[in-house]
C-alpha cells in the first residue's frame, strides 16, 4: 500500500522524548509495579524498547476499526511538500495527531495500516519468545490486519481468529454482522512447542466439583465408594444449566480423585498396534479402530502399572483410560495430570457490550465510555495464556481495561502480574458526559477507571482469602520532549544572549524524579522497581532497585541531582559498589571536580558504570 515503507522508517526513527512521572496522578506510587503513560503510542513504543525488549508476556490491544466514523493516529511520514500533498489527511486543521479517516479518503486503509503496521513492528519486539498478541477488529480491516501479522509476525505463529458474537441488528439492508474478530500471534510458535507450553484454562463447573469432592472426603474420609455415591447424588440435584452438570461423566471416584471412563484410541486415528494382554484371560485384548493411545508397549505398560488403564471383563472390549477431573489433595500429579480439571480454549465467545456496561457505568457513571470491552472475556485472555509474574501490555488502552481485567485476576489467583497501559490524551467530546462528569481525556476517564476498580476489588476480597491483596496502584507517566536541552545549533547561528540560557544542559522545569527515570529508560532498566530517597550530608541521594548486602547484591542505580556535591557524598556513594551511579553537570563546580568523580570510582567501585549529564 502508499506509505509502507515510510511506516517502516518511522517505526526505526530515533526520537528525543522520554517519560515524565507524575506521582500526583499516580496511585500507591512507591510501591506499584504498574504503569500508565499518556502519549502517542508509537513514541511510547520506542521509548520502552530497552526497558521492556522480550519482557511482555502478552499484548492486548483494540485499536480503531477504521469504520470511517473513528479516530486513527497520524503518523509524520512526510519527507517534503509534495509528499505532504500527496499523503492526505495525516493531520486535522489543528496539527493534531488524530484525524476521522472517513471512507471518502483515497487513502483510506492506507493510513490505517502504515498506522497499524508501524506500532506492531515495535510491540514484537517487546515480547516473550514465548509471548502472545491477541488483537480485536471486525471486517473492516480483518483481511488487511491479517496480512500485516502475517509479515510481522510470520504466517507460521498463526494461532487463531477468535469469533465474538454480538447484538444482532436488524435495521441492516442484507445481514447482521454479529460478530467481531480477535487475531492471535505467537512470537514463536516454536518457542512454545520447546518449552511444552500448552494453553489451558479451567473446566467451567470443575470448581464446584472439587468443592464438594473434598466435602464428601471430610465426611466419608477414605471410603471412595461412598464418597462415589455422594457426588453422583450431587450431580442429580444441579440445576440443567449448571455447568457442573455439563462433567457428570466424571462420576467415578478412586484413591487418586474424581475420574471418567476415557477411550484407548489414538486421537485422529493411526495410531499403533500391538498386543495388550488381559490380566485375567491372557489373551491380547481387542485394538480400539483408531490404535493404542500410547506409542510403545513399554508406555502402555508404565499407564498400567500406574492404575490408569482399567480392564474390562475379557479381552473382547479394549480397556478404559481413566481420565480425572479432580485430584486428590496433596497427590504428586503425573505429567499427564498437570492439566487436570482443564482444556483448550475454543474460538468461538459471546461478547456482551451489555456487561461491560453496566460496569462502566457502576464504576463511573451512565454514558462516561461508550462500547467498552468486557474485563472478564480479557480476563480469561490473559489467564489462559499467562502465570503469575507476567507483564501484560494494553497501547490502545482506552478506558483501561485490561488493567482492570489484570487486577481481578491477580485478586482470583493471588498472581503478581503487571500491566503497562498506554493511551493518547484524546479530549472528550465537550458536549459528551464524560466532559460534563469533569474528565477532561480519555486517560482521566482509564486513571479514574483503575482507582475506583482497584478500590471495588480490595474491599470486596474474601476475608477468608488466602491471597495477600493484589497491586491496585499505577505509576503515571507522560510523554514529553527530552529533559535534556537540544544544542543542535551551529557556530554561526550562537549569539551572546544564548550564552546565558546554556550555562544547564537541563531544561529548567525539569525535577529530580525526571532526570532519573529518564537515565533507566537510557540505561534500559524497568519502571516499575521500588526506590527511595535519602540525605547524605544535606544531598538527596536516589537509589533505584535497591540492593540486598546481605545477599551481595548491589543497587541497580544511585543518582544524586544536587549542585556543588561535596566529595565525601560521592565517596559514601561509591563505596556502597553499586551497578550505576549518575550526576548532572551542574553538580561539579568545575571541570577537574568531575573528572575526579571517576577517579573517586575507580577507587572505592571500578565496577560501577558513571554517567554525568
Same mark, same amino acid.
Given at each position: 500500500w502508499v506509505g509502507k515503507k515510510a511506516s517502516i522508517v518511522e517505526a526505526n526513527k530515533p526520537i528525543r522524548k522520554t517519560l515524565r512521572p507524575c506521582p500526583a496522578e499516580s496511585k500507591n506510587w512507591d510501591d506499584t509495579e504498574n504503569l500508565y503513560i499518556e502519549g502517542d503510542n508509537l513514541e511510547a513504543l520506542k521509548l520502552l524498547q530497552e526497558s521492556y525488549l522480550g519482557k511482555v508476556k502478552m499484548i492486548y490491544i483494540d485499536p480503531p476499526y477504521n469504520t470511517g466514523n473513528d479516530f486513527i493516529y497520524a503518523d509524520d511520514f512526510m519527507r517534503s511538500q509534495d509528499e505532504e500533498n500527496r499523503q492526505m489527511g495525516m493531520y486535522d486543521e489543528d496539527k493534531n495527531r488524530l484525524f476521522k479517516n472517513n471512507d471518502s479518503n483515497g487513502r483510506f486503509h492506507s493510513d490505517w495500516c502504515s498506522m497499524m503496521y508501524s506500532r506492531l513492528m515495535l510491540a514484537r519486539n517487546l515480547l516473550t519468545d514465548d509471548g502472545v498478541i491477541f488483537i480485536s477488529i471486525d471486517d473492516n480491516e480483518q483481511k488487511n490486519l491479517e496480512n500485516i501479522c502475517g509479515e510481522i509476525f510470520s504466517n507460521e505463529n498463526f494461532l487463531a481468529c477468535l469469533i465474538w458474537e454480538k447484538t444482532r441488528k436488524n435495521d441492516a439492508r442484507f445481514f447482521s454482522t454479529g460478530h467481531e474478530y480477535m487475531l492471535v500471534y505467537a512470537k514463536s510458535v516454536a518457542s512454545l512447542l520447546g518449552n511444552n507450553v500448552y494453553f489451558r484454562e479451567e473446566k467451567p463447573g470443575a470448581a464446584e466439583i472439587y468443592a464438594e469432592y473434598l466435602r464428601l472426603q471430610q465426611l466419608y474420609g477414605t471410603d471412595c465408594a461412598k464418597i462415589q455415591d455422594g457426588l453422583q447424588d450431587f450431580y442429580s440435584h444441579l440445576p440443567k444449566d449448571h455447568p457442573a452438570k455439563k462433567l457428570s461423566r466424571y462420576n467415578k471416584v478412586d484413591e487418586n480423585g474424581?475420574?471418567?471412563?476415557?477411550?484407548?484410541?489414538?486421537?485422529?486415528?493411526?495410531?499403533?498396534?500391538?498386543?495388550?494382554?488381559?490380566?485375567?484371560?491372557?489373551?491380547?485384548?481387542?485394538?480400539?479402530?483408531?490404535?493404542? @493411545?500410547?506409542?510403545?508397549?513399554?508406555?502402555?505398560?508404565?499407564? &498400567?502399572? /500406574?492404575? /490408569?488403564?482399567?480392564? @474390562?471383563?475379557?479381552?473382547?472390549?479394549?480397556?478404559?483410560?481413566?481420565?480425572?477431573?479432580?485430584?486428590?489433595?496433596?497427590?504428586?500429579?503425573?505429567?499427564?495430570?498437570?492439566?487436570?480439571?482443564?482444556?483448550?480454549?475454543?474460538?468461538?465467545? !459471546?461478547?456482551? !457490550?451489555?456487561?461491560?456496561?453496566?460496569?462502566?457505568?457502576?464504576?463511573?457513571?451512565?454514558?462516561?465510555?461508550?462500547?467498552?470491552?468486557?474485563?472478564?472475556?480479557?480476563? @480469561?485472555?490473559?489467564?489462559?495464556? $499467562?502465570?503469575?509474574?507476567?507483564?501484560?501490555?494494553?497501547?490502545?488502552?482506552?478506558?483501561?481495561?485490561?488493567?482492570?481485567?489484570?487486577?481481578?485476576?491477580?485478586?482470583?489467583?493471588?498472581?503478581?502480574?503487571?500491566? &503497562?497501559?498506554?493511551?493518547?490524551?484524546?479530549?472528550?467530546?465537550?458536549?459528551?458526559?464524560?466532559?460534563?462528569?469533569?474528565? /477532561? $481525556?480519555?486517560?482521566?476517564?482509564?486513571?479514574?477507571?483503575?482507582?475506583?476498580?482497584?478500590?471495588?476489588?480490595?474491599?470486596?476480597?474474601?476475608?477468608?482469602?488466602?491471597?495477600?491483596?493484589?497491586?491496585?496502584?499505577?505509576?503515571?507517566?507522560?510523554?514529553?520532549?527530552?529533559?535534556?536541552?537540544?544544542?543542535?545549533?551551529?557556530?554561526?547561528?550562537?549569539?551572546?544572549?544564548?550564552?546565558?540560557?546554556?550555562?544547564?544542559?537541563? %531544561?529548567?522545569?525539569? $525535577?529530580?524524579?525526571?532526570?532519573?527515570?529518564?537515565?533507566?529508560?537510557?540505561?534500559?532498566?524497568?519502571?516499575?522497581?521500588?526506590?527511595?530517597?535519602?540525605?547524605?550530608?544535606?544531598?538527596?541521594?536516589?537509589?533505584?532497585?535497591?540492593?540486598?548486602?546481605?545477599?551481595?547484591?548491589?543497587?541497580?542505580?544511585?543518582?544524586?541531582?544536587?549542585?556543588?556535591?561535596?566529595?565525601?557524598? &560521592?565517596?559514601?556513594?561509591?563505596?556502597?559498589?553499586?551497578? @550505576?551511579?549518575?550526576?548532572?553537570?551542574?553538580?561539579?563546580?568545575?571541570?577537574?571536580?568531575?573528572?575526579?568523580?571517576?577517579?573517586?570510582?575507580?577507587?572505592?567501585?571500578?565496577?560501577?558504570?558513571? %554517567?554525568?549529564?
Amino acid at each position: 500500500w502508499v506509505g509502507k515503507k515510510a511506516s517502516i522508517v518511522e517505526a526505526n526513527k530515533p526520537i528525543r522524548k522520554t517519560l515524565r512521572p507524575c506521582p500526583a496522578e499516580s496511585k500507591n506510587w512507591d510501591d506499584t509495579e504498574n504503569l500508565y503513560i499518556e502519549g502517542d503510542n508509537l513514541e511510547a513504543l520506542k521509548l520502552l524498547q530497552e526497558s521492556y525488549l522480550g519482557k511482555v508476556k502478552m499484548i492486548y490491544i483494540d485499536p480503531p476499526y477504521n469504520t470511517g466514523n473513528d479516530f486513527i493516529y497520524a503518523d509524520d511520514f512526510m519527507r517534503s511538500q509534495d509528499e505532504e500533498n500527496r499523503q492526505m489527511g495525516m493531520y486535522d486543521e489543528d496539527k493534531n495527531r488524530l484525524f476521522k479517516n472517513n471512507d471518502s479518503n483515497g487513502r483510506f486503509h492506507s493510513d490505517w495500516c502504515s498506522m497499524m503496521y508501524s506500532r506492531l513492528m515495535l510491540a514484537r519486539n517487546l515480547l516473550t519468545d514465548d509471548g502472545v498478541i491477541f488483537i480485536s477488529i471486525d471486517d473492516n480491516e480483518q483481511k488487511n490486519l491479517e496480512n500485516i501479522c502475517g509479515e510481522i509476525f510470520s504466517n507460521e505463529n498463526f494461532l487463531a481468529c477468535l469469533i465474538w458474537e454480538k447484538t444482532r441488528k436488524n435495521d441492516a439492508r442484507f445481514f447482521s454482522t454479529g460478530h467481531e474478530y480477535m487475531l492471535v500471534y505467537a512470537k514463536s510458535v516454536a518457542s512454545l512447542l520447546g518449552n511444552n507450553v500448552y494453553f489451558r484454562e479451567e473446566k467451567p463447573g470443575a470448581a464446584e466439583i472439587y468443592a464438594e469432592y473434598l466435602r464428601l472426603q471430610q465426611l466419608y474420609g477414605t471410603d471412595c465408594a461412598k464418597i462415589q455415591d455422594g457426588l453422583q447424588d450431587f450431580y442429580s440435584h444441579l440445576p440443567k444449566d449448571h455447568p457442573a452438570k455439563k462433567l457428570s461423566r466424571y462420576n467415578k471416584v478412586d484413591e487418586n480423585g474424581v475420574w471418567r471412563d476415557d477411550n484407548m484410541s489414538w486421537p485422529g486415528g493411526k495410531g499403533p498396534s500391538y498386543d495388550v494382554i488381559h490380566p485375567i484371560t491372557g489373551k491380547p485384548c481387542a485394538v480400539p479402530p483408531g490404535g493404542w @493411545r500410547y506409542s510403545t508397549p513399554e508406555k502402555m505398560q508404565e499407564m &498400567i502399572n /500406574k492404575g /490408569k488403564v482399567v480392564f @474390562r471383563k475379557d479381552e473382547t472390549l479394549p480397556p478404559i483410560k481413566k481420565t480425572y477431573l479432580v485430584r486428590k489433595p496433596g497427590k504428586s500429579a503425573d505429567p499427564e495430570d498437570e492439566n487436570v480439571g482443564k482444556q483448550v480454549m475454543g474460538t468461538y465467545f !459471546y461478547k456482551s !457490550y451489555l456487561q461491560s456496561s453496566i460496569v462502566m457505568e457502576n464504576l463511573l457513571g451512565k454514558g462516561i465510555f461508550e462500547y467498552s470491552k468486557d474485563h472478564e472475556v480479557i480476563k @480469561r485472555m490473559i489467564s489462559y495464556v $499467562t502465570s503469575s509474574n507476567d507483564t501484560i501490555l494494553d497501547f490502545f488502552s482506552g478506558s483501561a481495561t485490561t488493567a482492570h481485567a489484570v487486577m481481578q485476576l491477580n485478586a482470583n489467583d493471588g498472581g503478581h502480574r503487571k500491566f &503497562i497501559m498506554v493511551q493518547l490524551p484524546e479530549s472528550c467530546d465537550e458536549k459528551s458526559e464524560a466532559y460534563k462528569a469533569g474528565y /477532561k $481525556t480519555i486517560c482521566d476517564i482509564g486513571k479514574e477507571r483503575i482507582r475506583r476498580a482497584g478500590d471495588n476489588i480490595i474491599s470486596e476480597r474474601n476475608t477468608a482469602n488466602a491471597y495477600p491483596p493484589p497491586d491496585v496502584g499505577f505509576r503515571v507517566f507522560k510523554l514529553d520532549t527530552s529533559s535534556v536541552k537540544d544544542v543542535y545549533y551551529s557556530t554561526d547561528e550562537y549569539s551572546q544572549t544564548m550564552l546565558t540560557g546554556l550555562e544547564s544542559n537541563i %531544561k529548567e522545569d525539569r $525535577t529530580d524524579l525526571d532526570l532519573l527515570f529518564g537515565c533507566l529508560l537510557d540505561w534500559g532498566l524497568p519502571l516499575s522497581m521500588p526506590y527511595r530517597s535519602e540525605k547524605i550530608d544535606n544531598c538527596t541521594v536516589h537509589t533505584y532497585a535497591p540492593g540486598d548486602a546481605a545477599l551481595n547484591v548491589p543497587d541497580a542505580l544511585i543518582a544524586c541531582f544536587d549542585s556543588n556535591v561535596p566529595e565525601n557524598v &560521592i565517596k559514601e556513594i561509591a563505596k556502597r559498589k553499586l551497578r @550505576r551511579a549518575v550526576f548532572r553537570d551542574s553538580s561539579f563546580a568545575s571541570s577537574p571536580e568531575k573528572i575526579n568523580v571517576f577517579e573517586i570510582f575507580k577507587l572505592y567501585a571500578q565496577d560501577t558504570d558513571v %554517567k554525568v549529564i
